[in-house]
């Protein structure tokens, strides 16, 4: 943490008023203080969208189909595991689990699903559980407190719950497009307790709905509160912030796509704001090449992926030419190295 840390009303007046130039030099200042000005990392990874079905009926989603409606999908382990034999031919090492909130998979489904990935492949593949917000469904479901679902996954095997599916944390934000997902403090408590359990978790943020400027600074205020409070209670918390932006093709709510200056502006402004997280990750999903210039803002990590089929859904472009896309950065003269994820420290002996 630093003395020097900026607030929402400082955040504000650098967004309307620094230049490009002004907002890089601060942002490459706080990165300095986690990493080496030229050093990035990166993984190769796979999105396993294991079922469409959702009642959450987001309207920024072009993914999801209701249950019973025509085209929904579950996949079976085998089907799993066929895509992850496919990372690993890659190169890659790491998958992401997600999905809708599907009422037909309860928590057993997903601890048997989990367990068995993690009896087949050990420490060969590190897997993302699910996201916060698929847990917050999954725990309700069930009746089980946070911390009772938290500890059933960490048993079956899981070492890591990101933040996914926050995009922007805020109530008026969640009433807007996502009344049916889950009340913000409802996804904090959530994060909390996958902390606690000895899991770890990430940050997200989604740009480019409707949201407000005062809206992006106070998810930024709350991902550096949560935070703070991990941090003094003596955990790990966030590894990592990553902040992508909307694809609104296909859904119901629309729009257009942000540049990516204004992408980059972004990622300088959370580097600088969230001065107690240490890795900032630009989307190579969402904003494909324009991605890597964000490491000159502030970012020093990335995802290669191979596949996301709800974004894709909604207009992201992958792109498997692995050698190309990595030696743009390089040519932006970055030292670029492969970054492996990492047993969370209070599960290094499960
Ligand atoms: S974004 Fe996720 S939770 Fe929302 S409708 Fe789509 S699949 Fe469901």
């Known amino acids: 943490m630093s003395a020097a840390r900026i607030g929402v ?48 009926q987001c309207d ?9 409606q025509e085209g929904g999908y579950v996949l079976s382990q085998k089907d799993v595991f066929a895509k992850i034999d496919e990372l690993l031919a890659l190169g890659g090492d790491l998958v992401a689990f997600n999905g809708g909130f599907n009422p037909k998979l309860p928590l057993d489904f997903y601890c048997d699903l989990f367990a068995a990935v993690r009896s087949r492949y050990g420490d060969r593949v590190e897997f993302y559980a699910l996201t916060v917000a698929e847990f917050v469904y999954l725990a309700d479901r069930a009746n089980l407190s946070h911390a009772e679902a938290a500890a059933r996954l960490r048993d079956a095997g899981v070492h890591w719950v990101t933040g996914g599916g926050s995009e922007i944390l805020t109530e008026g934000f969640r009433k807007r497009h996502a009344k049916f997902k889950y009340t913000v403090r409802e996804y904090l408590e959530a994060q909390r307790a996958i ?13 480019g709905f409707d949201e407000s400027l005062d809206e992006r600074l106070e998810h930024l205020q709350r991902t550096r509160d949560f935070q703070d ?5 003596g955990f790990d918390g966030l590894f990592s912030f990553l902040c992508w932006t909307y694809k609104p093709y296909g859904t119901a709510f629309g729009g257009r796509e942000v540049s990516p200056r204004e992408y980059w502006r972004h990622i300088a402004l959370s580097r600088i704001f969230l001065d107690n997280v240490r890795h900032v990750r630009t989307s190579v999903l969402t904003q494909n090449e324009e991605a890597f210039r964000a490491l000159e803002y502030g970012a020093d990590d990335f995802d290669l992926p191979i596949e996301d089929e709800v974004t894709q859904k909604a207009g992201a472009r992958i792109d498997l030419d692995l050698d190309g896309l990595l030696a743009i950065p390089r040519s932006l003269g970055y030292r670029v190295s492969y970054r492996r994820a990492e047993r969370p420290t209070a599960l290094a002996g499960l």
Do not use: K
């Not at 902390?195 to 740009?207: D, F, N, P």
């Open 195 to 207: 902390v606690e359990s000895g899991m770890r978790t990430t940050a997200t943020m989604v740009i």
């Open 9 to 56: 009303d400082e955040a504000r007046s650098l967004w309307l008023e620094a230049s490009d130039d002004e907002l890089r030099r601060l942002a490459q200042t706080t990165r300095a203080r986690f990493h080496e000005p030229d050093e990035a990392t990166y993984m190769v990874m796979r999105i396993v969208n294991y079922t469409n079905v959702c009642v959450a």
């Open 229 to 233: 409070a991990c941090l003094r209670d």
């Open 60 to 68: 920024y989603c072009a993914f999801y189909v209701l249950p019973n």
